[in-house]
């Protein structure tokens, strides 16, 4: 149980901040910049959930939830000494990698193939979840970015590689299974 009763701690006040093992880094180090971005996607899926009913505001519950998970999979560095931790941390977990995967999956059943490049927008729904999909494909190319200098686990970088996709989907799910999606018409205003 997480009990926050205390917001500021001042620790931070000379740009540093604690990831999940206890270790003070920089707050700009390349570890908060790719959980920090986890952070701002999650907060751009509760501006998403505004829109959102039923299975598709149950389905983002899910991410949100799992994008915490994801934020402290990344804070915590030193994936070897998981197994030696007192209290092992939280890591992702190829089954939230494979739901993902059928969730798009069941999604694109229902959806016309696309004959062209969409624009972001349509219904406010559609909007926002392309926002989603850019701002989690940002975490992602941050979070590849980091494992190509310090261990980071497969499963969180397959996550956001899915989790853009998975929102792109749910955008044209969003605007009427889509019929209601924004062509792209290339040159129109030259």
Known sequence: MVVLNKIYTRTG?????????GSRVAKHSMRVTAYGTVDEANATIGLARLHATGEMDAALERIQND????????????????AD???????????QVDRLEAEIDAMIAVLE???SFILPGGTALSAHLHLCRTVSRRAERL???????????????????????????AGRVANDDGKADVLWTPGANR
């Open 13 to 21: 006040d000379r740009g540093e901040t604690a990831l999940g093992n």
């Open 67 to 82: 994008m915490f998970d994801l934020g402290a999979d990344l804070c915590t560095p030193d994936m070897h000494k998981d």
């Open 85 to 95: 931790a007192a209290y092992p941390p939280l890591r992702m977990i190829e089954s």
């Open 113 to 115: 193939p696309l004959r």
């Open 143 to 169: 979070t590849v970015e980091l494992a190509s200098v310090e261990d980071v686990n497969e499963h969180a970088v397959k996550f956001l590689n899915r989790l853009s996709d998975w929102f792109f989907v």
